[in-house]
């Protein structure tokens, strides 16, 4: 079993910037890849992030390309993702997730095994 805990969410004006992390405890070995993903009321859950444990390779959902950076610390097992020039509809619950396989895709959520508790993220105009 992997636990996931993530932190770093709150109230930011638009324009601003948010820092969440996302510290994994637990068999922690089973680390392929980490990601983020966000649902906002009323839509499904949205993918935006995707880091490759070891090798580092990223991905990044078309609405967040350029403003949000996935980032890693391999001693920690913790993941981030920097939120810089945040909009309103980036308002939303962010998750972090565990890919433990290295099969399947990056941005269905249906491809993760573990899920953290979700962090609210809120941006207003």
């Known amino acids: 079993q992997v636990q996931l805990v993530e932190s770093g969410g709150g109230l930011v004006q638009a324009g601003g910037s948010l820092r969440l992390s996302c510290a994994a405890s637990?068999?922690?070995?089973?680390?392929?890849?980490m990601g983020w993903f966000r649902q906002a009321p009323g839509k499904e859950r949205e993918f935006v992030a995707f880091?490759?444990?070891?090798?580092?390779?990223?991905y990044y959902g078309d609405s967040v390309k350029g403003r949000f950076t996935i980032s890693r610390d391999n001693v920690k097992n913790t993941v981030y993702l920097q939120m810089n020039s945040l909009k309103p509809e980036d308002t939303a619950v962010y998750y972090c997730?565990?890919?433990?396989?290295?099969?399947?895709?990056?941005?269905?959520?249906?491809?993760?095994?573990?899920w953290g508790q979700g962090t609210q993220v809120t941006v207003s105009s």
């Open positions: 997730a565990l890919k433990s396989y290295y099969s399947g895709n990056y941005y269905s959520p249906g491809e993760y095994d573990y």
């Open positions: 637990g068999r922690t070995f089973s680390i392929n890849a």
């Open positions: 880091m490759h444990w070891s090798g580092g390779s990223t």
